[in-house]
């Protein structure tokens, strides 16, 4: 599939609108796929852990006094108050491993998840729809980006979700490319044309700026 | 540190399932099945004995919580240090967001010193606060080659769209010998 994107450059001399606060949130969490949530539950579970092995530690050298130190790991007091009331431990002890495991399992299926690769729905009239998929829409970004002076090589996908669709645009960079030229036509020429033909009014984007390999040359002339 | 965050995240997440799926299969089999013999799936009878015969001042016990701490401020350093590392550029409009690494800078810095010919080698180091350059010039290169050095660093960040602009540090080693 061929998206047509050589119309609707007339957008790009609209005056700048201030831009949705939420738009601009989108389009820095464009730039690359979150490690936030994988990050605080790792930091929780270390903390978890370094609170515990600091805790034991100090009450194994006395520091929370000696007779409860010498006092053994699985203490005949806290053994009593669990017998004492055997349904109530038996349920909580369930309760507390299904959240665990319900927890754990969601946790896996987020961090190993391929990122979502939404696809733009146009509307094409009463009874028609016309779908945009991700790698249309990313192709014919990255290709008319690498007709752009300065600018070696280029690569588009549209991220997030299909409600909420942002660009994630890498470009690779000739050395002597004049960085402010390349974003400023990226932002005229190809970006107010991709809007225009997925007829999105608020397309975030994120841009990674890469600098191209030099050719190697040969030894030999 | 991001790569070892992407691998450990599923396996923390792994870990607790498994503890929660054992503890609910152990504790339903102890309560419908009070006749079974020891655990399930897990010997915790024998666990038990072992740890009702430990006192918290045990050496065991604290060689274990010493490594369970030390294991937990190795997961917080983790989670921490894999952060991005991106440079951000001032982008032409407010719903665009541009990036580079500092690799990159560090390129473009790199490429801009060695265009001297005063300046044999050079190795740069790049941040969002700090560019550091440690050029290698030949021993006959001229006393403020420093200076130049700087000015053209400077040069460079003033062409690049930073959005913060990180500060210069420049040294000069001379090399021995004949150009």
């Known amino acids: 599939m061929t998206v047509d994107m050589s119309k609707g450059g007339d957008r790009a001399a609209e005056p700048a609108a201030p831009v949705d606060p939420r738009v601009r949130r989108r389009s820095r969490s464009a730039v690359a796929r979150s490690a936030g949530g994988d990050r605080w539950l790792t930091v929780l ?82 009874d028609t729809t016309i779908r945009v998929s991700s790698a249309a829409a990313g192709e014919a970004v990255a290709s008319q980006a690498e007709t752009l002076p300065g600018v070696a090589r280029a690569r ?62 040969p030894r030999v002339a | 540190m991001r790569a070892v965050l992407r691998v450990l995240a599923p396996l923390l997440g792994i870990v607790l399932a498994t503890v929660g799926v054992l503890v609910v299969i152990e504790v339903v089999a102890a309560w419908v099945l009070p006749e079974q013999e020891g655990g399930l799936l897990v010997p915790w009878p024998e666990w038990g004995m072992v740890l009702a015969g430990l006192s918290w001042n045990d050496i065991l016990v604290r060689g274990t919580a010493i490594g369970v701490g030390v294991v937990g401020l190795l997961l917080v350093l983790v989670a921490l240090t894999a952060r991005r590392a991106d440079l951000r550029l001032v982008a032409p409009s407010d719903d665009m967001t541009v990036t580079t690494s500092p690799r990159v800078l560090a390129r473009l810095v790199g490429t801009r010193v060695r265009a001297s010919d005063d300046v044999l080698s050079a190795s740069v180091t790049a941040s969002e606060r700090r560019v550091a ?28 769209p930073l959005r913060r602009t990180p500060r210069v540090a420049v040294s000069v080693q001379e090399r021995e010998g004949v150009r």
Do not use: K
Request: proline share 6%; no cysteine.
């Open chain 1, 45 to 126: 579970i270390g903390l978890v852990l370094l609170l515990a092995g600091v805790g034991v530690a100090l009450l194994s050298y006395g520091v929370f006094g000696t007779g409860r130190a010498s006092r053994p790991l699985l203490d005949p007091i806290m053994l009593d108050i669990v017998a004492a009331e055997p349904l109530l431990w038996r349920s909580v002890a369930i309760v507390g491993g299904v959240l665990l495991a319900v927890f754990g399992l969601t946790w896996v299926a987020r961090s190993v998840r391929p990122e979502p690769r939404p696809d733009v729905v146009l509307n094409g009239g009463a």
């Open chain 2, 133 to 160: 350059v440690t050029a290698q010039a030949w021993d006959d290169a001229p006393d403020e080659l420093r200076e130049t050095l700087v000015d053209r660093v400077q040069e460079l960040l003033t062409e690049l």
């Open chain 1, 156 to 217: 588009a996908r549209l991220v997030g979700s299909a409600a909420a669709p942002a660009l994630r645009v890498t470009l690779w960079l000739a050395d002597d490319a004049d960085v402010r030229a390349v974003l400023a036509q990226l932002h005229d020429e190809v970006l107010a044309t991709a809007r225009a033909a997925l007829d999105l009014r608020a397309l975030p984007v994120a841009v990674r700026l890469e600098l191209e390999r030099p050719q190697p040359t």
